[in-house]
């Protein structure tokens, strides 16, 4: 099994924005709650507001945090700061670093409960799903690739990088081949000799069973050799060396 199978198109994809959402995904992953609202507004600066806030929607939607605002799509922009009355027109060059800094991604971590894959538990979990769904079906590295990076978005575990993913699920599906190796062959009925036809078995009997020198047992009389006759034509069992 190769070592990597994600193509180049595939990584420029991974946890970054692939156009502009539409309405059900902008309000589904990027409207803010009031909880959300309380945690954006202990930001000192609308830049830093506005940047957390980006941070908080785009950690829901892409499943990571983005290394630079400048790429979050315009539509997103505009409907973020439409929700906590930042004028982005306003604010200077520099907003986008806004959210960028480690420690309000710890606070966005900590307000929706993130975790990462280097934990054991997390690790564990995910590795156990990978391996059954590989056991149980026959999906392709690349299948299976994208529905555990869809699973870690949903069970709320920060995207790692696409390598580490990659590798965990070429060496699960790697064990998997392993242990189904021996199953095959285990199951695999064991082949029987053909059994001879009836006729055959029955010419074959006769030609082997043995002949008493006085005939029948218990008889006296001597055996009167037989006149010899012509040699008679093999018989097919023979022929075919069934006998």
């Keep these: 099994m ?7 198109d595939a990584l420029a994809r991974y946890g970054r924005f692939d156009g502009e959402p539409d309405a059900g995904q902008l309000s589904a992953f990027f409207h803010l709650s009031d909880p959300d609202l309380e945690l954006i507004s202990a930001q000192s600066t609308p830049a830093s507001r506005l940047g957390q806030a980006l941070q908080l ?13 400048a790429t979050v799509p315009l539509g997103i922009v505009a409907f973020v700061a439409q929700q906590i009355d930042v004028d982005v027109a306003s604010l200077p060059g520099a907003w986008v670093r806004g959210g960028t800094a480690s420690r309000h991604r710890a606070l966005i971590q900590r307000h929706d409960g993130y975790r990462r894959l280097r934990e054991p538990a997390v690790a564990l979990a995910l590795t156990r799903w990978l391996a059954k769904r590989a056991w149980t079906s026959d999906e392709r590295p690349e299948v299976l690739f994208d529905l555990a990076a869809a699973r870690l978005r949903q069970q709320r575990v920060l995207l790692p990088g696409p390598t580490t993913l990659e590798r965990l699920v070429v060496a699960v599906q790697a064990r998997m081949e392993a242990r189904r190796a021996p199953v095959t062959d285990a199951a695999r009925p064991r082949q029987r000799p053909r059994p001879l036809p009836l006729r055959a078995a029955a010419a074959c009997r006769r030609r082997r069973a043995p002949r008493h020198p006085l005939g029948h047992r218990g008889d006296s009389r001597p055996v009167v050799p037989a006149t010899p006759s012509p040699a008679a034509p093999e018989s097919p069992a023979r022929a075919r060396g069934w006998c």
Excluded: E, Q
Excluded at 2 to 8: H, I, V
Excluded at 57 to 69: E, M, N, P, Q, W
């Design 2 to 8: 190769p070592t990597s199978f994600l193509a180049t």
């Design 57 to 69: 929607g785009c950690v829901r939607y892409l499943g990571t945090f983005v290394a630079d605002l």
